[in-house]
């Protein structure tokens, strides 16, 4: 299990480095890019867990739905002048106080908690035989077929909205 | 440090929603503070992930794909509205629009 331990800590390196270039980059597409480093990063942690079916969403879906409609708007806008001035705001020093506070917060519930998350056998998730899109596919379609239905006129809604607010006129 | 434990995980998730916060807080561009959304949103899949792994059971898994369908509706609507935006104000920093501030 040497490789899952060296995997975990390549793709950790990967999410939490796109992470802070995604926030520290002056250009905007190259935080775009950074960011698409860092979705990949959790991509790769998804596939350590046997979540095999978000790895294949999470690479459709965020790397080439989301960025790439990133991408676009960072075109459409201009952003020559964003780029110039200056990047972050006045309360930086504040904001970096406070997230260092919930921070230490996590961190010590994390220490205090440690035990209470004790390692499962490794006995596979999908112990009848069927595969992770399978299993997924008995939850989604059953008891979670009204949230399902619901998601889905939640993105007709957003597609609608985005339209209406990006179009000149109606 | 050897066995991946799901603790590794959740600190994991911790670190990667406090970059986004941190962004979210400190940034002008607000195609950068959309950005940071996406990275905090991915820290809460992370999580439901691991604790989906740790239960051995998937319905952490499903609240994953309800929370990465929420983030596309979210990045969609977020950049209409820049868009609007900028075609209304020419800025895309977030402390220039001001209209509403005392």
């Known amino acids: ?170 | 440090m050897h066995p991946i434990t799901t603790v590794h995980y959740l600190a994991l998730s911790a670190a990667l929603l406090l970059i986004g916060t941190v962004g979210v807080l400190t940034r002008r561009n607000i195609v950068i503070i959309l950005m940071s959304i996406e990275l905090i949103l991915n820290a809460v899949n992370l999580n439901l992930i691991a604790f989906s792994q740790a239960l051995r059971d998937v319905n952490g898994q499903i609240f994953a794909i309800f929370v990465i369908t929420d983030a596309v509706a979210e990045a969609a609507v977020g950049l209409g509205i820049l868009i609007a935006l900028f075609r209304n104000k020419e800025t895309v920093l977030a402390d220039e629009i001001d209209l509403l501030k005392w």
Do not use: C
Request: glycine fraction near 8%; charge should be neutral; proline fraction near 1%.
């Open chain 1, 1 to 170: 299990m040497l490789t899952d331990t060296i995997l975990f800590y390549v793709f950790a390196g990967l999410v939490l480095g796109g992470g802070v270039l995604t926030i520290t980059r002056r250009n905007a597409v190259h935080s775009a890019i950074s960011l698409i480093v860092s979705l990949l990063g959790v991509a790769g942690l998804y596939l350590l867990q046997q979540a095999e079916f978000l790895f294949a969403v999470q690479i459709v879906l965020y790397v080439g739905g989301i960025m790439v409609l990133f991408l676009f708007v960072i075109m459409l806008v201009n952003l020559d002048l964003a780029a110039r001035e200056r990047q972050f705001n006045r309360q930086w020093l504040l904001a970096l106080v406070a997230a260092a506070a919930v921070g230490a917060q996590i961190g010590y519930f994390l220490y205090r908690g440690k035990a209470a998350f004790h390692i499962a056998d490794t006995g596979a998730l999908a112990a009848s035989g069927l595969g992770n899109t399978e299993v997924l596919a008995d939850h989604l379609f059953s008891e979670y077929l009204l949230p399902f239905e619901i998601a889905s006129v939640l993105l007709l809604v957003a597609v609608v909205g985005s339209v209406v607010m990006a179009k000149k006129r109606i």
